[in-house]
C-alpha cells in the first residue's frame, strides 16, 4: 500500500467517524456507536471505499492500547478498597452468570461441544464479551438524576471497575487455553507471574513517577514517559507471558492513576485518542463487518445475544445485590446500572477475532448489544427512580 493511499484512507475514516460519532450523540446514544456505523458504511457491506489492511489494523492495535491505558488511569483503587466485599461479590456475579448465558446461547444455536474443544472455546469466548460492563451511560442518568454519590450509584460505579478488571483476567485466561499445547494451569501460572511483575516494579515505577510529577508537575515529560510505560506493559505482557496487551496497558494505568497528575496524562492521551487512533479502532470493527453476509441464524442469535446480556446483568448483580442488604428497587437498579456495554466489548470481540476465536460476523451482535444496553439503561433507571419518588410521596 502506497503513501497517498493510507493518506486517503485515514482522512475518510476521520470525517465519516467524526461525523457519524456526532450524529449518534444526537439521538442519545454512545458516539462510538456512530463511529462504527461509520466503518460499516465505509467498508465492504455498503459503499466499500476502504479496507482493511496492515497499516490501519496497527493504527487500531495502539488505539485499543490507549483506550485501555485510559480505563486503568481512571480506575479509583481508595474507591474500590471502600466499598468492598459488597462491589466484588456484585462484580463477580456479574461476569459469572453472563459467561455462562453467553457460552449456553452460543452452543445452541451452534451445537453442543466437550470443554476444551476449540469449538467449546469459541462458545466460551462469546460468554466472555457479554462479562464487560461499561458504566459511563450509566454515570450520565445517575448525575441526572443527582443520584450518582448515593449508596446504589457508588456501588455501581464500583462494581463495574472491578468488573472490567476481572473481565480482563478471564479474557487473559481464553486466549490462552486457545494454545492447546497449553494446559489451563500453565495459563494460570504465567497470569499469576504477570501481575505479581506488575505488583513489584509497579510500586518501583511509581515511586519514581511519584518524584518526578511532584518536580516536573503538568510537563509534557510526565504523560510522555507515561505512554512509553503503557507500550512496554503491553509488550511485555503479551511477548513473555502469553498475556493480551491490553491488558498490559491497564495494569500500567492502574500503577499511575493515583499520582496527583493521572488527571493530566489522561487528557494527554484522549487527544490522541479521540482525534485519530481511536476513531480509526472503532471504524475497523465495521470494516471487519461485512453485514452482506449475514444470514438468518446470525439475525436470530444477534437478537438471543442482546437478550442474554441485559437480563444475565440484572440476574447475576441484581440478586447478589438483594442478598448483601439492597432493599426494594435499590438491587434492581444496580443490575439495571451494570447492564450497559461499551468499548470493552469491542475490544475483547477483536481480540477473539484476532485470536481465531470468533467470527467477524458476531461483531454485528455486539454492536446491537452496544447500542440497545445504552438506550435502555437510562430510561429504566429513570422509571425505577421516578417509581420509588412518587411511593416514598404516596407514604408521606
Known amino acids: 500500500m502506497d503513501t497517498l493511499e493510507i493518506l486517503r484512507n485515514i482522512a475518510i475514516i476521520i470525517i465519516f467517524a467524526k461525523a457519524f460519532g456526532l450524529i449518534a450523540r444526537r439521538f442519545k446514544a454512545p458516539q462510538v456507536a456512530g463511529e462504527i456505523v461509520a466503518g460499516l458504511l465505509i467498508g465492504p457491506s455498503l459503499l466499500n471505499i476502504v479496507s482493511e489492511n496492515d497499516f490501519l489494523s496497527g493504527m487500531a492495535e495502539i488505539g485499543v492500547i490507549l483506550l485501555m491505558f485510559s480505563a486503568g488511569l481512571e480506575t479509583n483503587i481508595n474507591e474500590l478498597k471502600r466499598t468492598g466485599v459488597k462491589a466484588l461479590l456484585i462484580a463477580c456475579m456479574g461476569v459469572a452468570v453472563p459467561m455462562i448465558g453467553g457460552t449456553i446461547l452460543y452452543q445452541c444455536f451452534y451445537g453442543f461441544a466437550t470443554p476444551g474443544t ?24 445517575l448525575k441526572e438524576l443527582g443520584k450518582i454519590k448515593t449508596n446504589v450509584g457508588t456501588t455501581i460505579m464500583s462494581a463495574a471497575i472491578i468488573d472490567d478488571v476481572i473481565g480482563i483476567l478471564v479474557l487473559t485466561a481464553v486466549i490462552g487455553m486457545k494454545d492447546p499445547s497449553q494446559s489451563l494451569s500453565a495459563v494460570a501460572l504465567r497470569t499469576v507471574l504477570f501481575f505479581v511483575l506488575v505488583a513489584v516494579i509497579g510500586y518501583v515505577i511509581f515511586r519514581v513517577m511519584k518524584i518526578l510529577d511532584t518536580k516536573y508537575p503538568h510537563t509534557q515529560r510526565i504523560p510522555i514517559i507515561s505512554l512509553a510505560l503503557a507500550f512496554a506493559l503491553s509488550y511485555i505482557a503479551d511477548k513473555y507471558f502469553g498475556v493480551a496487551d491490553i491488558t498490559g496497558a491497564y495494569c500500567a494505568g492502574v500503577i ?3 499520582l496527583e497528575d493521572s488527571p493530566y496524562i489522561t487528557r494527554k492521551m484522549d487527544i490522541n485518542s479521540y482525534m485519530i487512533f481511536g476513531p480509526v479502532f472503532f471504524a475497523s470493527i465495521g470494516l471487519q463487518t461485512n453485514l452482506t453476509t449475514l444470514d438468518t441464524t446470525i439475525l436470530l442469535f444477534s437478537i438471543g445475544f442482546v437478550i442474554t446480556g441485559l437480563i444475565t446483568k440484572i440476574i447475576g448483580c441484581g440478586l ?20 450497559t ?16 476465536m ?21 430510561i429504566v433507571l429513570k422509571i425505577l427512580y421516578h417509581h420509588d419518588e412518587k411511593a416514598g410521596a404516596a407514604a408521606a
Do not use: C, W, Y
Open 256 to 258: 499511575l492513576s493515583s
Open 341 to 356: 456495554r461499551g468499548e470493552v466489548a469491542l475490544i475483547v470481540a477483536q481480540r477473539g477475532l484476532k485470536a481465531g
Open 358 to 378: 470468533i467470527e467477524s460476523k458476531f461483531f454485528t451482535a455486539v454492536i446491537l448489544l452496544i447500542i440497545v444496553s445504552s438506550i435502555i439503561t437510562p
Open 320 to 339: 447478589v445485590s438483594r442478598i448483601m442488604g439492597f432493599k426494594g428497587n435499590d438491587s434492581l437498579k444496580i443490575g439495571v446500572g451494570m447492564m
Open 118 to 141: 476449540e469449538h467449546f472455546l469459541s462458545a466460551l469466548f462469546i460468554g466472555t464479551i457479554l462479562t464487560a460492563t461499561s458504566v459511563s451511560i450509566t454515570v450520565s442518568a
